[in-house]
């Protein structure tokens, strides 16, 4: 018995060392044939094909046998390779088929190197090539993300990022697509998942590099198609801190001119995610998506493009309002209701110089408000619009977070709302509410009315 063993032991030996010798022996072997093609100016495709091809199959024949060592020589002969042109047009195919391979082993530290062959892969790579790069890279992020391998998203987000920093990515739409689809992915995922780190560093970063970059290509359309998607996902979970990270680097784009082009594209997608927030009463983004698109607007000093967001937001509006009535409805409300009482405010301070744009703003936010307020009176079977119109001062006032110390402009905005109803009324006293809160005193002077007509 004891012979037995020890014989046993000694051949356990002698081909643990075997197998160390020939992969070590194959690891020379190939290094010797890089290093040989790689001082020769002209290179064979076909032996280049069959280097690579016996590279693979000893890092394949590596992972299996969960031999590390050898797999990290073999990666780095690819690496090296890679970074001098040696390499087949679906060289990204087979690194991420390997990478999975990998993670399904659970061998997230196998991954991480083979995503360092990735770097010099993408700066070689043809430009009809990338598209194919970023979605395998998409690919190994969304298994890493189910995996919560957190540190390898990290290194494919680097990767994707590797992409738009080629030389030939601001000329080239194909490859800054290519990077967006992948963002567009790997955003909706971190979000499901919640990884507010991740979602911030993607944000903030892609903002930074649009504003860094001058691009003489076109992918306003891809953008908001991305950030439409990301938004959709944070509509859905109702975070505050996520919509306000969205919501700088949507301002970064616009301040750039990035998204100039389809900005009403963005009103409407984005109008549309107001529309299904406003459905559920406890979520608070309806209001925020309406205010930021006023906002948006504003900036852009085109009275079209204003009246247009105006009223994509009384559309929504008018939906929050058929589901849980005027009051229930106020917060979605609220922000159209603010910005015309500061452009009623501007308007009073500066008499002297008359902004006919702004006064013009003014007039549309006082139609759309008063189309939703009459659709409000006709929820009510008993109710008037004069009486919404005080239904809506008194919520504004019993809700002290956002009245603050804006009280008189807020009634005086609300006298603004009923005198306009008033206009059309022949008896002005029978149509007036009873409600003397809102009608004593009018704010208005006569100078005033007459400058509003009303």
Known sequence: MFWGASICSVLVIILISYYYRKYNWKIKVLTFRLNKMIRNSQRDKKVAQRLLKDIYALLNKSIANNDVVTAYQAIDLLKLAFGYGILRQDESVRLMAISVAALNEKNPDMVSFILDAFRPLIRQLSPECIPSAAEQLTLIGVIALKQRQNFLVAKVTECIFLIMDRTDATEDKRIITAAIKAFKVMGVLGLRRRDIALFREMSVRLSGWFT???????????????????????????????FEM???????????????????LLYEEWGNLAASACLNPNNLLAGKILSFLFALAALEQDHRKWAKVITIGGR??????SRHGIVGAFMVFHPMLEVGRNLLWSELRFVQCIDEYKENMLFSVVRESLIIISFAAKQDLVGSSGQTIVDVFKCWGEH?????????????YCQLLLLFWLKDKRQVKKNLPHNNDLTEPILFT????????I
């Open 212 to 242: 860094m970059n001058r691009l003489t290509v076109d992918v306003a359309e891809e953008l908001v198609g991305m950030l439409t998607a990301w938004l959709h996902r944070i509509v859905g979970i109702n975070n505050m801190l996520l």
């Open 246 to 264: 969205i919501e700088e680097c949507v301002n970064i784009l616009v301040t750039s001119k990035v998204l100039e082009s389809k900005l009403e």
């Open 446 to 453: 006569d100078s005033e009315r007459e400058r509003f007509r």
């Open 400 to 412: 002290p977070d956002i009245a603050g110390n804006h009280k008189k402009s807020i009634k005086k």
């Open 316 to 321: 929504v509006i008018k939906l929050a309002v």
